[in-house]
């Protein structure tokens, strides 16, 4: 394995505001990570920052050797909320990333239409978003995701607004799509349980200031299926993260009631 992504000594200050201090992290390529942690420890501002979407006060992320400045091709991102244009069909959203590439050509069409199938949305590439429920409208956020290849790909809480069911159906296709093209994952969610089942590795983020608490390397056997969520390591990867969030949020809570 080789490296993809480094980031080292991140800081991001907005304004007085400490939002992330002393970020360092390695992740290989084709790793799926997770970022966990309470609200406010600078999850998206992390997101963002590797995405090139926001500068880092110091510090820096590389990519492939490269420091990040802006946001690339090398990168998809999908966010919490779908932002799928209203006016635009299935295929035609999907599209957008290779288009603002460039590329629209026959190939195109046809890598972009075999992705719409990966993520099981084969037969509507005609319809428009408000003809389809939540989570296909995500999905086609996936594929849109996909389509301009990226070696990495940021996702933030992007199952965050489904329900129970689509969303666990949503984690295997998610571990599915990854398997077979093995790109490298950062995967941020407010669900444990979501993140030790699809992780190699869970980043647990404190707040105030944000900053990396603990790397917990899941050492759960691939391909997963969701049954391995009952098993007793699962459970305790779930039960010792729960606790370090826990300690967190509870100092956190009491130092700003007094
Ligand atoms: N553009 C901004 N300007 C000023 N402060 C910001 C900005 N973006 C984020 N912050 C602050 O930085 C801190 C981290 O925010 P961030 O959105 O990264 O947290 P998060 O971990 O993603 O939270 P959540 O789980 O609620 O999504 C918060 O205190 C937030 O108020
Ligand atoms: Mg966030």
Not at 103 to 112: N, V
Not at 158 to 180: C, K, V, Y
């Amino acid at each position: 394995m080789t490296r993809k992504v480094e980031v080292t000594g991140l800081n991001k200050w907005f304004g007085d505001l400490e939002a992330l201090r002393g970020i360092a992290l390695e992740v290989e390529r084709g790793e799926f990570i997770s970022v966990v942690g309470p609200s406010g420890c600078g999850k998206t501002t992390f997101l963002r920052i590797v995405a090139g979407l926001e500068p880092a006060s110091s510090g820096t992320v590389i990519i492939d050797g490269r420091v990040v400045t802006k946001p690339g091709n090398d990168r998809g991102f999908v966010f919490q909320t779908d932002n799928l244009l209203p006016w635009r069909t299935v295929l035609s959203n999907a599209m957008i990333g290779p288009e603002v590439g460039g590329r629209t050509g026959p190939e195109e069409k046809r890598r972009t239409l075999d992705l719409l199938k990966l993520v099981g949305l084969d037969g509507f590439e005609n319809y428009y978003p408000r003809q389809l429920s939540g989570g296909m409208r995500q999905r086609v956020n996936l594929a849109r995701a996909l389509a301009i290849d990226p070696e990495v790909l940021l996702m933030d809480e992007p199952f965050a607004s489904l329900d129970a069911q689509t969303r666990e159906i949503m984690q295997t296709e998610l571990l599915r799509i990854w398997e077979q093209g093995r790109k490298t994952v950062l995967f941020v969610t407010h669900q444990i349980d979501e993140a030790v089942f699809l992780s190699d590795r869970v980043l647990v983020f404190a707040r105030r200031p944000g900053r990396l608490q603990e790397c917990v390397e899941i050492k759960l056997p691939r391909p997963r299926s969701l049954g391995i969520k009952r098993t007793p390591e699962f459970v305790a990867y779930v039960d010792h993260i729960w606790r370090l969030i826990e300690d967190d949020v509870r100092t956190a809570v009491i130092h700003e009631h007094v």
